[in-house]
């Protein structure tokens, strides 16, 4: 549900903050005062078309925003959803999701779960067909559920199956041209031999090689230092040691540790004078492990960032060519898989097709029964359903709502009525039977009392009432009978001020409210419009 609705700059609207409850919230006023563009914003919060030119008159940008209480929602933090667009006279827009950055698309796929707008010129998610199968789903429940899930998997599989039967490698020329192709590249990574610890090693070997020189010179001044100095100065200090060593506990101490040391250093001198002679690389090893690095950079280039991703590839190429080989068995393996899963779809979209036919008929007569409570006693209601030969998301069935307002017209698709009255009531009752699996917790309706009077306007007013028990629903009208319906009622006005015009709203108080019904029912707040206005809220 709304809880915040801020709105800066639209049209005749300067800096508007509206606070939102529960229920059935009604908004009445002028005319003018700025009402559809309060709904206005709320569509384009919901990805509708943002045009540069409802920027208030000498405003360089305009924006708006919204919190919605979404305690069930992936993208809520805290309960709540914060969504807010902005568009300057430059063209430069934007649309944000909890303060983050998203596409249009993204704002309207989100917003769709959590609003539905309902106009005189609309399209709502209710008249768009390929919707029609969900709604009816949502009203069949857990019932069909699994069935819909096991489809759904198996349907993936065979779409999943269906590509790779495709992938036929053309013609046989194509077919014999992949498989040269694949057998010249396993044979070049197999005939490398390749080991996944030896390009390490060889590298760190080539890299001594390249430092031939250096190391021969620097490991000869060592070995010289070692052997003709260290050892000698360490060997005369043990000497002289050796001479004290009975003077004192602590000569003897450090005797044993300059012994330890000269056999340390003697062990590290002959190391050093081994890694001196091993310096020298003769050309024919250099050659060797500079052409052998030579070819792995070769295969990394072709095959892989890596000798484990060259070899991987090699397992891959291997499984391919054993593929294009074996390709009748292959496909007929496939083919095999296909018949299965196409037998088994079958089996359970003909088991849910007989449960939507079920479930069609009762919808069709609840919703029959809302429209003539709605003053439509001619008007039926049906849910077509057809079958098509290809598998869909849903089985083998298409679903669209058909309606008939007048004795003796044909049944119609829903979204094919003209008149605004009759779809404002069709879309009530429909809204009103799938109040109960309807994920949309809000529901808005701009003046959608357009057509309606007397007990046709109280039906709705009272339909409404009941939508309101399970979602928000914020209405514009005109009608005193809906108005007396409301749970909160706020009043839109304009006021002029240094030649510029303001809009105005306010939550108005029951006495407030019992005046306000007066006012739009005779057009003037007296005695006898109050007691009328008091009767209707004592109606409703």
Known sequence: MITTLHIQNIGIIDDLSIDFNEGFNVLTGETGAGKTLIIGSL???????????????????????????????????????????????????????????????????????????????????????????????????KEIEKDLSDYREKLKEYKSL?????????????KE????????????????????TEEAELE?????????????????????????????????????????QDCGKEYNEKLNILKSSYYDIQELARDFSDMKENVDFDDDERNKIESRLDLIYSLKRKYGN?????????????????????????????KKQLEKLKEQMKEIATRMHQLRKQSAKILAEKINGQLK???????????QILEEANFNENGTDIIEFMICTNVGEGMKPLTKIASGGEMARIMLAIKNVLADVDAVGTLVFDEIDTGISGKAGQAVGEKMKEIAQNHQVICITHLPAIAAKGDYNYYIHKQTKENKTYTNIRQLNEEETIEEIARISSGEITEIAKAHARELRRAS
Request: aromatic fraction near 6%; glycine fraction near 4%.
């Open 43 to 141: 569509s384009i919060l919901a990805g509708g078309r943002f045009p540069k030119e409802m920027i208030r008159n000498g405003e360089s940008y305009s924006f708006m925003e919204a919190n919605f209480y979404c305690p069930n929602n992936e993208k809520a933090i805290d309960d709540n959803i914060i969504i807010s667009r902005e568009i300057h006279s430059n063209g430069r827009s934007s649309c944000k999701i909890n303060g983050r950055l998203v596409t249009v698309n993204e704002l309207k796929e989100l917003m769709s779960e959590v609003i539905d707008i309902h106009g005189q010129h609309d399209s709502q998610l209710i008249l768009n067909p390929t919707k029609h199968i969900s709604y009816l789903d949502s009203f069949i429940g």
């Open 162 to 174: 269906k590509q790779e039967l495709k992938n036929t490698y053309g013609e046989e020329k194509e």
């Open 177 to 196: 041209r992949r498989l040269d192709l694949l057998c010249y590249q396993l044979e070049e990574i197999e005939s490398a031999k390749l080991n996944k």
């Open 204 to 244: 760190e070997k080539h890299k001594r090689m390249q430092n031939a020189e250096k190391l021969k010179e620097n490991l000869a001044q060592i070995d010289n230092e070692l052997n003709e100095n260290a050892i000698g100065a360490i060997s005369n200090a043990i000497r002289s040691l050796e001479k004290i």
């Open 306 to 334: 890596t000798i484990e991703e060259i070899l991987v590839y090699g397992e891959k190429i291997e499984e391919e060519i054993h593929k294009i080989e074996n390709l009748d068995e292959y496909h007929t393996k496939i």
């Open 373 to 383: 409570e709605l003053e439509m006693q001619s008007a039926k209601f049906e849910v």
